[in-house]
C-alpha cells in the first residue's frame, strides 16, 4: 500500500511566522503534489513537482514555495504566514492509472 | 466551462440507494475518479473508470460514464451509516498531472 504521511496533524502559527509542511512518501513515486482545501472551494493545486529539484507552480502559488530535494519529500513553506492562509493542506502523489494517493492533511490555523 | 461540477449535499436514509452526479470538464480525459474524505482526514480513492468503458461496478459502488454529456455518476447500494462524508469526483486531462476536483457532494446517511 501507498503510504504518504504530512508531518502534522494540526498546526497553529502566528500571522508572520514561516511554515514548513512536510509530506513524505514511501513509493518512489516522482510526482507529488501540495493543494488545499477551502470549504464551498474543493481543492485547490499550490504546486506540484515532477522530480528531484523540479516544481511547477498550480493554480494559487502566491504566497507559498516549495521544496524537493529528496524524491520522497516534498515540503511547503509559507514565507510570512497569513490568516487567509488558514486551510486544509493536503499532500498527494501519483502512482499507477494515474492515481492520486493522498496523505491525512495538515490543519493549519493562522493566527 | 473549467469546472467539474458537483450538487453541494445529499441526503439519503440508511439502507436506501445514493447516488452522486458529477459534470466533468474535457471529454477526453483518460481517468474519472471517485474520492471519498471522512472528516479532518485526507482524500481516499474509491473507485475510478478509464473513459472507454460506460460502467464499473465494484461491490457496493457503481460508477456511470456518459461521455456525450461529460456526466459521472456514482451510485452507492444499500448506504450506511459509515458512508457519511464528502465525494469529490476529478478528472486528468490528456498530457498533464493536474487533476480537476469538484467541489465535493456532502452526503449525509441518516439512520
Known amino acids: 500500500d501507498v503510504k504518504v504521511t504530512q508531518s502534522s496533524r494540526y498546526l497553529v502559527k502566528r500571522t508572520g511566522e514561516k511554515v514548513f509542511l512536510e509530506c513524505v512518501q514511501d513509493?518512489?513515486?516522482?510526482?507529488m503534489f501540495w493543494y488545499r482545501q477551502d470549504p464551498g472551494l474543493g481543492l485547490r493545486l499550490i504546486y506540484f513537482s515532477y522530480d528531484v529539484k523540479m516544481k511547477e507552480k498550480g493554480d494559487i502559488p502566491e504566497g507559498y514555495s516549495v521544496s524537493r530535494e529528496k524524491k520522497e519529500r516534498f515540503s511547503l513553506i509559507l514565507e510570512s504566514a497569513s490568516t487567509n492562509q488558514t486551510s486544509m493542506y493536503l499532500c498527494?502523489?501519483?502512482?499507477?492509472?494515474?492515481?492520486?494517493?493522498f496523505g491525512p492533511g495538515t490543519r493549519l490555523t493562522v493566527l | 466551462g473549467e469546472d467539474v461540477e458537483q450538487s453541494l449535499f445529499l441526503s439519503v436514509r440508511e439502507g436506501d440507494s445514493s447516488v452522486i452526479n458529477c459534470t466533468y470538464t474535457?471529454?477526453?480525459?483518460?481517468?474519472l475518479y471517485w474520492y471519498k474524505q471522512e472528516p479532518g482526514a485526507g482524500l481516499q480513492l474509491l473507485t475510478y473508470?478509464?473513459?472507454?468503458?460506460d460502467m464499473k461496478q465494484d461491490q457496493r459502488l457503481t460508477v456511470l460514464l456518459n461521455k456525450k454529456d461529460k456526466h459521472l455518476s456514482l451510485r452507492i447500494a444499500d448506504t450506511q451509516t459509515g458512508d457519511s462524508a464528502i465525494y469529490f469526483c476529478a478528472e486528468i486531462p490528456p498530457g498533464t498531472y493536474k487533476y480537476i476536483f469538484g467541489t465535493g457532494t456532502r452526503l449525509k446517511v441518516l439512520a
Open positions: 513509493m518512489d513515486h516522482e510526482n
Open positions: 474535457d471529454s477526453s480525459s483518460t481517468y
Open positions: 473508470i478509464f473513459s472507454n468503458m
Open positions: 498527494a502523489t501519483i502512482g499507477g492509472s494515474d492515481t492520486q494517493y
